[in-house]
């Protein structure tokens, strides 16, 4: 969680501080506060956001459900969003990351972003807090579904290598598949009839052209996918919106009963980093974020909103493997019911310290390279600066003790 400070109209503006304003959604807001995100009004959308969006829509890229399925990441939205955190990212904070409502859905529906931080940490916090939401709402058999479109010139030459590759091939499709080849070459990619099937299993794949900062960035989040234990498949066919959809696209899957067959799609998200300039800003932001809608049928597990204390404990980590485990530690917490602030979307020591001492919690919780490779975590006493080594697997019964 993070305690920003905001001048007196704020709230007025900006942060949403009525909870009424969540009703139907007070569990997942609840879950967002809890791995940092902040609940604000949903932006204001305006006629030209609309125009972006329907622009988009208009330029689909791929058969894939996340773009034909109900769920569709809302473009409008994020354009107001874009604006939002140019004019007040001083409010939002640096990152931003931001809990809201959509507009206009009827089913409890909102919206999760991080602004402002290029790391694969900012795609795996999202996926976090969505399935931990999804698990307070009941879900059951949830899983991921993830795929990296890379930068503009891996998708480009991508797209190239598609276009020839069924071009070559296109005396073995039917008529109508020869008419979606001419409109959309990539829309052929998830087509699963019995002809498609046999020429796309031969079919470039999108791995093969990431740059090396895209390949980097991709195996970053999944590497923290895999720290958490989290179901994943890595789908060839799942490439978004390329008009501004870059690096990581994933969707999560998730049934609302113990049958696995009524698996849904409950959740779609990508990284948007070159909305910002289509939208006419001036420069690119780096930007993910998620769409998720959730199903509030009776055969959902009605869970206690569990309501988030004042902090305690400030989570810092520094080291490669210990940014990797970090979210591990924020889960365990989770799980242990232990409200605890943190900044894990920041590298820097500094910055890190720094509000945690502005916060004035009682304990900092510090995981460096030492204690990621033991799985531990050093608890240190704000005031008498004494500290103590804890395990991992003791850390929630220990603190407890604290509180």
Do not use: W
């Not at 305006?46 to 988009?56: L, P």
């Amino acid at each position: 969680m993070h305690n920003h400070t905001t001048t007196k109209k704020d709230p007025e503006t900006i942060l949403e501080t009525n909870i009424e304003h969540f009703k139907g959604l007070e569990r997942a807001l609840d879950m967002a506060e809890y791995y940092g995100f902040i609940g604000i009004k949903t932006p204001p959308i305006e006629k030209a956001d609309i125009a972006v969006a329907k622009g988009f829509h208009g330029e689909i890229n791929t058969g894939s459900d996340f773009e034909k399925h109900a769920i569709r990441l809302d473009l409008d939205q994020r354009a107001a969003l874009l604006r939002m955190y140019t004019e007040h990212h001083n409010i939002l904070g640096q990152p931003a990351m931001v809990f809201y409502k959509t507009v206009g859905a009827k089913k409890p529906s909102f919206n999760l972003d991080i602004i402002g931080n290029s790391k694969s940490i900012s795609e795996a916090l999202i996926i976090k807090t969505i399935l931990a939401i999804a698990e307070e709402e009941g879900y059951k058999h949830l899983s991921v579904r993830i795929n990296s479109t890379g930068d503009r010139d891996s998708f480009s030459r991508f797209e190239r290598e598609v276009a020839h590759y069924f071009k070559q091939h296109l005396n073995k499709l039917p008529a109508a598949h020869r008419q979606v080849f001419k409109k959309n070459p990539l829309g052929l990619l998830e087509c699963t009839d019995d002809v498609c099937l046999s020429v796309n299993a031969e079919a470039p794949q999108m791995m093969c052209f990431l740059s090396e900062p895209s390949r980097i960035h991709f195996k970053e989040t999944l590497e923290y996918l895999e720290t958490l234990d989290i179901e994943y498949t890595i789908s060839n066919t799942l490439l978004g919106n390329a008009s501004f959809a870059s690096q990581t696209v994933f969707e999560v899957y998730g049934s609302p009963t113990d049958n696995t067959k009524d698996s849904q799609l409950i959740a779609v998200g990508t990284r948007y980093n070159t909305l910002a300039k289509k939208v006419g800003l001036k420069k690119e932001c780096y930007a993910v974020g998620a769409t998720i809608v959730l199903d509030k049928s009776p055969k959902c597990a009605k869970k206690h909103v569990y309501k988030t204390k004042k902090p305690q404990f400030f989570f810092i980590q520094f080291s490669t493997d210990a940014k990797l485990k970090s979210l591990m530690v924020i889960d365990t917490l989770r799980c242990a019911r232990i409200p605890v602030e943190h900044a894990i979307t920041k590298d820097k020591l500094g910055a890190q310290m720094a509000e945690a001492e502005s916060i004035k919690t009682s304990h900092i919780l510090i995981m460096g390279q030492k204690e990621a490779l033991e799985n531990s975590v050093v608890v240190r006493d704000v005031i008498t600066r004494s500290q103590e080594s804890i395990d991992m697997k003791e850390l929630g019964g220990y603190l407890k003790k604290l509180m």
